[in-house]
């Protein structure tokens, strides 16, 4: 079965097209720029690439632009637009409507909608995308993947934050957690490379890439994490603050006159590495090669943003009372040895940790990186929320289902 796997943001769309039986991608890219001049398409089809620059108003023009690519003599991997048998969405919030991945129909997507107030960063392009996907290819069906549905499992004490609980009734003001998708498809390959039942493990999964979350997995369920309300909580990202005194929040408002979405402009896009290394650099890989020659605002923000991840990584083993295994994923935890080995050298040995220095020293490979005698196991774990995403669409669509529980109850 071919689904189309899609991720759209305000102004880009990512896509898979993938095989969902055999699991493997026949055709990747990424179209940049929409609604601003110079829109690109960068296509992938498996080590050929191709690029386009073409002005793209809207999600519906890019997603033609798409097709085409995909069914175009040159560059596609389809004779017919009808090859393909359903479309995943990435959806970002969920709400606590959805814990599960759902058959998006009319009633569904109104109620996605209904949870744009609460990601509205994220949400609208998410729909947008799903209208303009279901006006191109209107007879197939199509299905949600929401990245806060894996943490649903939190139980109210991981999740209230100690603000009046009337803002949670009224609100909805809570802990969601984000990249879901991710955590669940890490914690069950770790399972897998342990050769253990999930519903036997404590697992740790670190998704550090520009945006970055941990999560505590227990026995297949998340029991917390560390992004919150929105995905602005937590861990120091690429241009993310991560957690901040929210006292903070008033004192910019009233010494430098800004505005609410001043603040959250500059905690969003102006802080973490950014912020730190004086709105030079976002790229991991340029800040750690500054830092390996000594750079001092490299060093520090480097400092900082482990520190920050060990903590949490500490919180988690005791949120569970022990851990069994720690991952790292997505583009920094995936493909930095100098990371995974200073949270772990200098923060974690207490928990009877040994890392394998030659293990460790790989980029983009699953491994387990500690020593066979380590008392946890410390993995890398390649992400791949689109497979995912294509698994989910193709169970609710062979097995004809309004919707896919996660766990079972
Ligand atoms: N070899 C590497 N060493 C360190 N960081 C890397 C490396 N390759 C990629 N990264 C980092 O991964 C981050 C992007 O991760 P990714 O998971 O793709 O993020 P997102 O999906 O949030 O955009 C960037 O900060 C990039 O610098
Ligand atoms: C929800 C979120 O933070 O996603 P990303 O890491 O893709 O920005
Ligand atoms: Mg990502």
């Not at 946890?376 to 294509?390: D, G, S």
């Amino acid at each position: 079965m071919k689904i189309l796997v899609i991720n759209c943001g305000s102004s880009s769309i990512k896509y898979q097209l993938l095989d969902a039986d055999s699991e493997s991608v026949l055709a990747k890219g990424l179209l940049e720029r929409i609604g601003i001049s110079g829109s690109k398409l960068t296509h992938k089809r498996g080590e050929e690439k191709f690029e386009f620059t073409k002005d793209i108003a809207d999600h519906t023009e890019g997603l033609a632009l798409i097709i085409d690519a995909l069914q175009d003599e040159k560059t596609g991997v389809v004779k017919n637009i009808n090859e393909i048998e359903a479309v995943g969405h990435r959806v970002v919030h969920g709400g606590e409507r959805f814990a599960s991945s759902v058959l998006l129909d009319d009633e569904v997507i109104r109620e996605v909608e209904a949870n744009n107030f609460l990601a509205p960063l994220h949400n609208p392009a998410n729909i947008e995308g799903i209208i303009a996907a279901k006006k191109i290819l209107p007879s197939v069906p199509h299905v949600g993947v929401f990245d806060t549905a894996f943490h649903q499992s939190m139980t109210e004490t991981a999740y209230l934050y100690a603000i009046p609980y009337s803002l949670y009734r009224k609100y909805k003001i809570r802990r969601y957690g984000f990249h879901g998708t991710s955590h669940r498809y890490v914690a069950n390959r770790v399972a897998n490379i342990l050769g253990k039942p999930i519903k036997e493990l404590k697992i740790i999964t670190a998704h550090i890439g520009n945006g970055a979350s941990v999560a505590a997995v227990k026995y297949g369920r998340s029991v917390d994490t560390s992004m919150g309300f929105t995905p602005l909580e937590g861990l120091v990202m690429g241009t993310r603050s991560g957690d901040v005194d929210p006292a903070i929040v008033p004192f910019l408002q009233e010494q430098e006159g800004f505005t609410a979405g001043e603040v959250n402009n500059l905690l969003n896009k102006e802080s973490g590495m950014f912020g730190l290394t004086d709105h030079q650099f976002v790229d991991m890989r340029d800040i750690e090669e500054r830092a390996a020659k000594k750079d001092p605002l490299c060093m520090r923000a480097h400092n900082i943003y482990e520190y920050r991840l060990a903590k949490y990584i500490g919180a988690y083993a005791a949120a569970m009372n022990g851990v069994d295994a720690i991952a790292f994923t997505a583009g920094v935890g995936e493909n930095s040895p100098f990371l995974r080995e200073n949270v772990v050298n200098k923060y974690l040995n207490y928990l009877g940790i040994e890392l394998d220095r030659e293990k460790n020293n790989c980029k983009g490979c699953e491994i387990i990186i500690s020593t066979p005698q380590s008392k946890v196991k410390v993995l890398v774990v390649p992400t791949n929320e689109e497979l995912v995403i294509a698994r989910d669409t193709s169970e609710i669509v062979k097995k004809g289902l309004k919707e896919l529980k996660l766990w079972e109850d």
